[in-house]
């Protein structure tokens, strides 16, 4: 894995080890950020299922101003501090929290985990890219019912999912405007209504 464009183009990432992980592949990581080009400058975005951080890191070198990074694996934080490290990102421009995906949208709705520096809610961009057999219904419950508490105004929602796994076109405040699908993957875009 590598880093497309921008300030930390052409690092190279570690990578998840072994087969359990799927990171996003570069090339429909290049399709999601020509999408999101408009968006991007100043944003600040929620990488929820982490994984190795090529998401967000790939956010930053586009220019988001601030990058929270979630996943439940103690390693997979490892791994995302690591590719920071790597490609030098500034420390006070990101933060890396284990949590279960669910319970850090349930806690950070409720106003709670105050402990955190500066990836507070409202996000501007949030991508999330949980392992395809998961439950996604949780988290989209949570966006469902708390939309604004997650979400600015403009904000979007993006859910990697296998193209069979069909969602909804609607999650409370949210609406799906553009689905693209790549090979087994598929991107849905939601934003705020």
């Not at 464009?5 to 020509?34: C, H, V, W």
């Not at 421009?93 to 319970?103: C, H």
């Amino acid at each position: 894995m590598r880093v497309i464009a921008g300030q930390y183009r052409g690092r190279t990432l570690k990578s998840p080890p072994g087969m359990q992980i799927r990171p996003t592949s570069d090339r429909l990581r290049e399709t999601l950020f020509n999408v999101l080009a408009p968006r991007m400058v100043g944003a600040r975005v929620l990488d929820l299922c982490a994984g190795s951080g090529a998401i967000g890191i790939e956010a930053l070198s586009r220019g988001a101003s601030f990058v929270t990074f979630v996943d439940r694996v103690h390693k997979m934080c490892g791994l995302v501090e690591a590719n920071l490290d790597l490609c030098g990102v500034p420390e006070e421009m990101t933060e890396v929290i284990k949590s279960d995906a669910a319970e850090f949208l349930r806690r950070t709705a409720k106003g709670e985990g105050e402990d955190w520096r500066g990836g507070k809610a409202p996000w501007d961009i949030v991508f999330f890219d949980p392992p395809y057999a998961n439950d996604y219904a949780p988290v989209l419950d949570a966006f469902g019912g708390h939309t604004a508490a997650l979400l600015g105004a403009g904000g979007v929602l993006i859910i990697e999912h296998h193209h069979k796994n069909s969602l909804r076109d609607s999650l409370g405040g949210l609406r799906r405007w553009r689905l693209l699908k790549q090979g087994d993957s598929a991107l849905s875009f939601f934003e705020t209504v």
